[in-house]
T-cell receptor
């Protein structure tokens, strides 16, 4: 069966520090991968998605970036964190191929910026 | 702007009652519809998928889809306090170009009281 791993579970970072969040998927090949942010009490905001290695689409302008160095690895990065980057970051995967597949979420990373 | 609308709630129902959660969507081309459950502080969990008009039942959950009215609902029979969570409606973005991108509603908070 497929599993998705995200780490760390919680992170406290000072303003201006760099960020790297990692997500890996097991048990499937060539998944579509997604990064979301959920601010406290708010909905899911899609940040990036990827349909293959090295293919990244950005949904909103921001100081975050994403990379997909391997088929089942998705990384979210920032060179300098802002206070507004605080939130719950979720990685998700879908089977792709048909355009009608559900997404499955990792456990998330709760990021607090001080 | 493609949208998915949900009443934010809270929807309060007594234990054992039927909880009815509703969702409308704006894009007539959407083909796939999903319900996710999100407990406080946790990541969303897929509980139902529906692709055709009509009802789909899975245990205590029934999803209902009416594409003509652009309406999808989730019924929870014999509601339990453990069903207390936020329920997210998600609709595939159209056209999807095989990305499985979803548009999420902001969720309805359900409270089941003993």
């Amino acid at each position: 069966s497929q599993t998705i791993h995200q780490w760390p579970a919680t992170l406290v970072q000072p303003v201006g520090s760099p960020l790297s969040l990692e997500c890996t998927v097991e048990g499937t090949s060539n998944p579509n991968l997604y990064w979301y942010r959920q601010a406290a009490g708010r909905g899911l905001q899609l940040l990036f998605y990827s349909v293959g290695i090295g293919q990244i689409s950005s949904e909103v302008p921001q100081n975050l970036s994403a990379s997909r160095p391997q088929d089942r690895q998705f990384i979210l990065s920032s060179k300098k964190l802002l206070l507004s980057d605080s939130g719950f970051y979720l990685c998700a995967w879908s089977a792709g191929g048909g355009g009608n597949q559900p997404q499955h979420f990792g456990d998330g990373t709760r990021l607090s910026i001080l | 702007q493609k949208e998915v609308e949900q009443n934010s709630g809270p929807l309060s129902v007594p234990e054992g009652a039927i909880a009815s959660l509703n969702c409308t969507y704006s894009d007539r081309g959407s083909q796939s519809f999903f319900w996710y459950r999100q407990y406080s502080g946790k990541s969303p969990e897929l509980i139902m998928s529906i692709y055709s008009n009509g009802d789909k039942e899975d245990g205590r959950f029934t999803a209902q889809l009416n594409k003509a009215s652009q309406y999808v609902s989730l019924l929870i029979r014999d509601s339990q306090p453990s069903d207390s969570a936020t329920y997210l409606c998600a609709v595939n973005a159209f056209p999807s170009y095989n990305t499985d991108k979803l548009i999420f509603g902001t969720g309805t908070r359900l409270q089941v009281f003993p």
